[in-house]
């Protein structure tokens, strides 16, 4: 009775971290870094920076995100930030320069880029959830299937990534100082940007972890 019992239960796939392979470990690693990353990316306002000097003792610095931006009266005891998601900018009349609202029709690349940097940050997030799955469901471990769709959703999400990064960092410069001709203007690229660079390598590294667990099941299955 008991060796019955032993041979069922002997049968059942066995799931979890512990049954995973090293290159499936890796992978999970490498997702979650990414996606934290991506969300550090996604919530700061330090995608892009625009410096405007006034004539008088007061500038402006404002630090500009995918969702909002933080305008900063510059002045001799130091810069006074004021941080306003885009549908919600009322500036306290700390400034003598004019806010420059990146949102508005004239920059729709602008709107271009938040949704590319959307759907790239939804594949990492999605691609986690799948790889948690494939790990601890019964259902999906050893799915070819799951791990195409994995490696799938890593190439995409890195790609809609870069791509709204080059779209920034292009026009962020262009359009910025072209459109506001007549007024003083410095512009910066921040360290969000980067962030999303960094986000957009680790799903590619992710992604190639996903494809040499394929070889590894395929060669498996030509050894049966």
């Known amino acids: ?3 019955d019992i032993h041979g069922i239960y002997s049968g059942v796939e066995k799931v979890g971290i512990r049954y995973t392979s090293k290159r499936i470990k890796f992978g999970l690693v490498i997702l979650i870094i990414a996606t934290l990353v991506d ?3 996604f919530s700061t306002a330090a995608w892009g920076y625009i410096i405007q000097v006034s004539k008088g003792p007061y500038s402006s610095d404002t630090s500009y995100g995918l969702w909002h931006s933080c305008p900063g009266a510059v002045m001799i005891t130091g810069t006074i930030w ?3 998601s885009y549908y919600n900018i009322n500036p306290r009349g700390l400034f003598t320069v004019t806010y420059i609202d990146i949102t508005a029709d004239t920059h729709g690349w602008f709107k271009v880029t938040q949704a590319v940097e959307t759907l ?3 594949g990492t997030v999605t691609a ?3 790889l948690l799955g494939y790990i601890f ?3 999906l471990h050893e799915s070819k299937l799951a791990l195409l769709v994995l490696m799938l959703l890593g190439f995409l999400s890195a790609g809609f990534i870069i791509l709204g990064v080059i779209m ?3 026009m962020w410069d262009v359009d910025i100082l072209g ?3 007549g007024i003083h203007l410095e512009v910066h690229l921040g360290y969000s940007m980067v962030l999303a660079l960094f986000a957009c390598a680790l799903d590619i590294v992710a992604a190639c972890a996903v494809i040499a667990e394929v070889r590894r099941i395929s060669h498996d299955d030509d050894d049966l």
């Open 82 to 84: 004021e941080c306003n």
């Open 128 to 130: 986690l959830l799948i």
């Open 137 to 139: 469901s019964r259902s």
């Open 168 to 170: 920034f960092a292009v």
């Open 1 to 3: 009775m008991m060796d």
């Open 179 to 181: 459109t506001y001709v």
């Open 120 to 122: 790239g940050f939804i």
């Open 39 to 41: 969300i550090l990316s």
